[in-house]
């Protein structure tokens, strides 16, 4: 069992950056594929990104691709997502989540585990 906890979410202005980090408990957060996603008010959770278990292998929707990276560091438990040029629809909750799975995938129900979101808004 893995529990996550995401932080680094903020008020910020169009075309400015943040940093989302996801710190991850117990001793086998190198055995999960992780992803992050997001939910705006009134519409369904949708996938962002996601990394393979060793991190060599990333994977984007096509609304953030070339503005979002995600990455993670085994040796902290970590999983991060640098987002860039920062737009208004990119206002929501974000989450991580872990999946058993090398690569678990765009699908909420590939993922076991999930952090309680951090709160993400852009002015415009």
């Known amino acids: 069992q893995v529990q996550l906890v995401e932080s680094g979410g903020g008020l910020v202005q169009a075309g400015d950056s943040l940093r989302l980090s996801c710190a991850a408990s117990?001793?086998?957060?190198?055995?999960?594929?992780m992803g992050w996603f997001r939910q705006a008010p009134g519409k369904e959770r949708e996938f962002v990104a996601g990394?393979?278990?060793?991190?060599?292998?990333?994977y984007y929707a096509d609304s953030v691709k070339g503005r979002f990276t995600i990455s993670r560091d085994n040796a902290k438990n970590t999983v991060y997502l640098q987002m860039n040029s920062l737009k208004p629809e990119d206002t929501a909750v974000y989450y991580c989540?872990?999946?058993?799975?090398?690569?678990?995938?765009?699908?909420?129900?590939?993922?076991?585990?999930w952090g309680q979101g951090t709160q993400v808004t852009v002015s415009s």
């Open positions: 990394i393979t278990r060793s991190g060599e292998s990333t």
């Open positions: 989540a872990a999946g058993p799975t090398y690569y678990s995938g765009t699908r909420i129900d590939n993922y076991d585990y």
């Open positions: 117990g001793r086998t957060f190198s055995s999960y594929g």
